[in-house]
Nanobody
Framework: HVQLVESGGGSVQAEGALRLSCVASEGIMDTYCMGWFRQLPGKEREVVAVISGDGDNTYYGDSVKDRFIISLDGAKNTVYLQMNSLKPEDTATYYC??????????????????????WGPGTQVTVS
């Protein structure tokens, strides 16, 4: 099964930016629907952004709309999350995930994290 590894997390001041990367161990284009989630200790995992396998369809959580951008580079088996205008409430561990699905991104997002079978170990983002 596909293995995922995130990178790019760190500490940043409010209104700053970070770009997270998630490298997959195999081809993801047209095979997996990819997503970014975040979680605080003791809290439920929250969907941040989802992109369809063909890269044409995206979904964003309400709290990150107009600030975050998800993108897919099939040639590099990598999905990115560009995070702009960061706020302290964006502080969390961010996880990359893959779902075997050809459904639109918003449909997969609605199904929640349960529809994603494969997960990376996570990367910490701290905004102060």
């Amino acid at each position: 099964h596909v293995q995922l590894v995130e990178s790019g997390g760190g500490s940043v001041q409010a209104e700053g930016a970070l770009r997270l990367s998630c490298v997959a161990s195999e081809g993801i284009m047209d095979t997996y629907c990819m997503g970014w989630f975040r979680q605080l200790p003791g809290k439920e995992r929250e969907v941040v952004a989802v992109i369809s396998g063909d890269g044409d369809n995206t979904y964003y959580g309400d709290s990150v709309k107009d600030r975050f951008i998800i993108s897919l580079d099939g040639a590099k088996n990598t999905v990115y999350l560009q995070m702009n205008s960061l706020k302290p409430e964006d502080t969390a561990t961010y996880y990359c995930a893959a779902a075997i699905s050809d459904l639109p991104a918003d449909v997969v997002a609605t199904l929640g994290h349960w529809s994603f079978s494969y997960w990376g170990p996570g990367t910490q983002v701290t905004v102060s």
